[in-house]
């Protein structure tokens, strides 16, 4: 950011990761706090689930939900990432992947298999 070289001094970590398998839940959260020499210290935090799950006649359904938050003294960023893969049949796949907060993105994929050795990936965003 605005040009400068980051001096950094120290960098803290904590993470936890539990998995639910009662729910088919799965648990993480992460934080992290950056120390500069020459910049306001920085921290990161993070909360994600993730599940499968069936839905009607669509089986292992992969859901994923990530809220974040990056910020220092001048510079805040936050949002949540969404993702969603929906299984057809044995070999593709229906994804969607999308970021809103404050950078707002949104993508939905196909992806197929032709055969053993070849497979395609359709993408817009």
């Given at each position: 950011?605005?040009?400068?070289?980051?001096?950094?001094?120290?960098?803290?970590?904590?993470?936890?990761?539990?998995?639910?398998p009662?729910?088919?839940?799965?648990?993480y959260?992460?934080?992290?706090?950056?120390?500069?020499?020459?910049?306001?210290?920085?921290?990161?935090?993070?909360?994600?689930?993730?599940?499968?799950?069936?839905?009607?006649?669509?089986?292992n359904?992969?859901?994923?939900?990530?809220?974040?938050?990056?910020?220092?003294?001048?510079?805040?960023?936050?949002?949540?990432?969404?993702s969603?893969?929906?299984?057809?049949?044995?070999?593709?796949?229906?994804?969607?992947?999308?970021?809103?907060?404050?950078?707002?993105?949104?993508r939905?994929?196909?992806?197929?298999?032709?055969?053993e050795?070849?497979?395609?990936?359709?993408?817009?965003?």
């Amino acid at each position: 950011r605005n040009g400068y070289s980051y001096r950094n001094k120290e960098m803290y970590t904590v993470t936890f990761n539990q998995n639910l398998p009662d729910f088919g839940l799965s648990f993480y959260l992460n934080y992290s706090r950056r120390t500069y020499w020459n910049q306001p210290d920085e921290d990161n935090y993070s909360l994600s689930l993730a599940k499968n799950f069936d839905l009607g006649r669509f089986k292992n359904l992969s859901l994923s939900l990530t809220g974040y938050r990056n910020q220092s003294e001048d510079y805040k960023d936050e949002g949540v990432y969404v993702s969603l893969s929906i299984p057809l049949g044995n070999t593709d796949s229906l994804n969607y992947s999308g970021t809103l907060g404050s950078h707002n993105s949104h993508r939905v994929g196909y992806y197929g298999r032709i055969d053993e050795a070849n497979n395609y990936q359709l993408n817009v965003g």
